[in-house]
Structure formats: C-alpha cells, structure tokens
C-alpha cells in the first residue's frame, strides 16, 4: 500500500508562494515576489536570493548536467545563476514577448525552454547565451506549460488555456502534432464544468523511453497520453479524483513503479499508479489527502518527497510511502 506522510511545515514568513523546486542534493528553494529562498532538508534557510527584476518569480530550474548552475523566471526574463554567487547572474535572457509561465532545462543541459501568456516557447542556447528558436503560431492562448522530451532530442511538449498540447521539432521551429484536449476525457468520468486547459505537463521515461505524457487539466483530471505516435499524442487514460482544476502533475518512480502526484484548486493531493501492458495503459489512484489551502505548485523529488505552495505563509513537505 501506498500513503502520503506529513513531515513538516516550513514558515517562509511570505504569503502566497509561487513556486517549490526541489534540487539535486535535497535542499529546496520557494519562490516569492521578487526573491528565491533556499531550505536545507531539515527546514533550515541557508540562502536568501535577491532577483535583480521586480516581479513574482514563477519558476526555477537546476540544470541536469551542472549542479551549480539554476535558472529561474520573472516577468518576461530568464535568469541564469551560479549557485555559489547567486548575487551576480552570469545572464539574462529578455527574449519573451510576455509573462513567463515555466521554464524547463533540456537533459543535455544545453537548451531551457520558456513558455509564456502570448502563447510562445522561446528555447535559449545557454552555452551560447543566446535565442535558438521561436515556437510560434500555434497556441491560441497562453502557453502555461513547456518541457522537453526525455529522450528524444529534438522534441519539446508545450500545453495551454487553449486546451492544446503541442508537440515541436525544436530544431527547426515546426510543429510536429497537436492535439485538443476534449472536455470529457472519459465516458461518465467525473470532470467538473471546466474548460480542460493544459496547466502542467510531465513526460514518464517508461522502460527507458519516453512513450508517456501526463497533463493536469483544468476539468479536474490528469490525462495520461502516448507519445509512441509520430505525430498527435494519443489519449490512454485519466483519472477523476480531484473535483476542480488540476494545477500541477509530478512523476517519481518508487519501488519499480510509475507515480503520478496531483495537487489542485480543491485542496487535495493525489498519487496515481500508471500501468501499462499489452499497448493499453491504466490510471490506479491509490492515495489521496486533503491540504489545508488552495494549492499554486507542487514538486516531487527523486526521493519521493512532496512540497506543496498554498496561498498561505507556509509550504508544506510530506513523503511518499
């Protein structure tokens, strides 16, 4: 059996956290209005980041392939840091026409995409500390959410308010298959009366591919679809749990199995067991929780830990069990 444990709150004294990053090493990081705290494991700040751009800081990142270096979103600018002197990016990208929404490192390490409320991905070189491509054109609304494919070099994943989910040739800025997400996922599933907006998006690396995408959605489901197809992701399955928008989806293997994590508007927290056999996939939910607050952003860690940021001064950091 699978439980969801609570092990400790964490006073950031800032209401409302955006963001929750766990990084390689254990230690976490919350993002607030215009500064990025850092928590060692055991709930201690260690670090007090000031950003040099006014605004929320929507999302960090540490980069796969060097420990030291983090990037993170304010307004429409990518910051690029070195963890050992946060107090001097080494750059800033202002390439975004909008808000940022996510950023999200390539697992060379050499691209982070950034998607944003115009509805373009910009993907920026870091070793080169310039723009690679544009994606454009597609996304009828704002692009909430971007990620590269785990194994596939040159595919980037992109979902929105427009219900889409995108798949790009990054390389070459061509959209290779789109797919609209459709209100009722599944026959008598319980979805609520909202539009199925794309608000997160995670890729699985089953059996050392990456056939797998899961979305949360903002009818209250997380879907789960194929990517094995060269074009349009094709829809598996979904889960219904949750009873308003999903808000953010986490994957984390444990014990040989796939695990998805949900947080949402309603409060609660679900983890979700991904089967597959035969060509057919499944959505088990096995655990559920309900938090105190509204949840903004949920992270997982590769150690199946769980933060979630609400609307209020605390986060709060449970483990899978």
């Known amino acids: 059996a699978v439980s969801l444990a609570f092990v400790m709150k964490i006073n950031t004294r800032i209401e409302d956290t955006a963001c929750v990053y766990f990084g390689s090493n254990g230690d976490l990081f919350t993002c607030h209005e215009k500064a990025i705290h850092c928590w060692s494991p055991q709930g201690i700040m260690t670090a007090s980041v000031a950003s040099p751009i006014n605004g929320t800081i929507n999302c960090i990142q540490q980069s796969p392939t060097s420990p030291n270096t983090f990037v993170y979103a304010v307004q429409n600018t990518v910051v690029f840091c070195d963890n050992r002197n946060w107090s001097s990016p080494v750059h800033t990208f202002t390439c975004n026409k909008d808000e940022i929404n996510e950023v999200s490192f390539h697992p060379s390490g050499k691209y982070i995409c950034a998607g944003d409320d115009s509805g373009e991905v910009k993907v920026l070189d870091i070793d080169d500390k310039k ?37 790009w040739n990054f390389s070459i800025g061509r959209l290779v298959g789109a797919t609209v997400v459709p209100e009722d996922l599944d026959e008598g599933g319980n979805c609520t009366v909202n539009p199925p907006f794309v608000y997160s998006i995670v890729a699985l690396p089953v059996d050392g591919d990456s056939p797998l995408l899961a979305c949360a959605l903002g009818n209250g489901a997380v879907g789960l679809y194929s990517l094995k197809e060269k074009k349009a992701a094709k829809y598996m399955a979904s889960s219904h749990l949750h009873s308003s928008s999903v808000v953010r989806v986490g994957h984390v293997r444990r014990n040989g199995r796939d695990l998805l994590v949900s947080g949402s508007n309603d409060g609660r927290i679900v983890i979700s067991r991904v089967d597959c056999k035969d060509k057919r996939c499944a959505i088990s939910d096995i655990a559920s929780i309900s938090h105190d607050s509204k949840i903004n952003w949920l992270t997982v860690s590769k150690e199946c830990c769980v933060c979630i940021a609400d609307q209020t001064d605390f986060v709060s950091i449970y483990q899978i069990q």
Do not use: M, P, Y
Not at 138 to 157: G, P, Q, R, Y
């Open 131 to 167: 723009l690679f491509q544009t994606l454009n054109g597609e996304h009828d609304n704002i692009c909430s959410t971007a990620v590269f494919s785990v194994t596939k070099k040159w595919e980037l994943l992109s979902g929105g308010l427009d219900c889409k989910l995108l798949r």
